[in-house]
């Protein structure tokens, strides 16, 4: 899986960081990663449109988001080294997380409007959708059944292609993988949790059928 083959690459760079870091709250890195994705939100909005011939402030964005991703894999790593782990602080981070992604979408709903681009701006909505719906499919699906993990491309692969995307010059193609990928995603946890539900209702209707 592609998510954990970044967190073995980055692991050992990742844990000096923590380290350098484990004086600061994890609340506070959280809150810290969604004000960068804010900065990476308005540099990408400037950056001039999908042809352009100097993508400068789109990378730039890229480069910045990239930093933010890196404050969202520390606070968590920080509670734990720290012991300060709170069932709030990963509500907190979940949820600010939603924002990071949808201030990122802006930034190129932004970007795409100020240069008329109109089915681009439609691609951006449709991927916004994608990844806010495999969240809540999960969150929802993960009400009623034990886990709902499956799914082609989580959250660190969206994040991982929207920066590529970005650093490359080849945003509309990371958008496209994310629309498509993600929405799959979302369906292939509905399907999920119907079959394990389904499997729950017929094992209770067999422990109930008189013997």
């Known amino acids: 899986m592609l998510t954990r083959s970044i967190g073995d690459v980055l692991a050992r760079p990742l844990d000096a960081i923590v380290r350098a870091f484990a004086h600061v709250h994890p609340d506070v890195l959280t809150i810290i990663g ?3 994705n804010g900065v990476a939100c308005a540099l990408m909005s400037l950056a001039g449109g999908h042809d352009y011939r100097s993508p400068a402030l789109l990378q730039a964005g890229g ?14 790593r920080v509670a734990r ?16 997380d939603r924002y990071s992604d949808m201030v990122l979408y ?17 691609l951006v909505w449709v991927a916004a959708f994608g990844s806010f719906m495999t969240s809540y499919a999960r969150a929802r699906a993960e009400s009623l059944i034990p886990h709902c993990t499956v799914g082609l491309l989580e959250r660190p692969e ?6 590529l995307g970005a650093l490359t010059n ?3 193609t990371a958008l496209w993988i994310i629309a498509v990928l993600s929405n799959l995603t979302a369906i292939q946890r509905i399907a999920f949790a119907y079959l394990q539900l ?5 094992a209770a209707e067999d422990g109930s059928a008189p013997r």
């Not at 930093?67 to 894999?73: E, I, K, L, T």
């Not at 930034?107 to 439609?122: F, N, Q, S």
């Open 158 to 163: 969206r994040i991982v292609l929207l920066i």
């Open 81 to 96: 080294l720290r012991g300060r782990g709170t069932r709030f602080g990963a509500f907190l981070d979940s949820t600010m």
């Open 198 to 202: 389904r499997r729950e209702a017929l």
């Open 34 to 36: 969604l004000g960068l």
């Open 63 to 76: 480069l910045v988001a990239l930093v933010a991703a890196v404050f969202d894999m520390l606070d968590g």
């Open 106 to 122: 802006m930034g190129l709903m932004i970007l795409y409007a100020r240069v008329d681009r109109t089915p681009y701006m439609v």
């Open 170 to 172: 080849r945003m509309v």
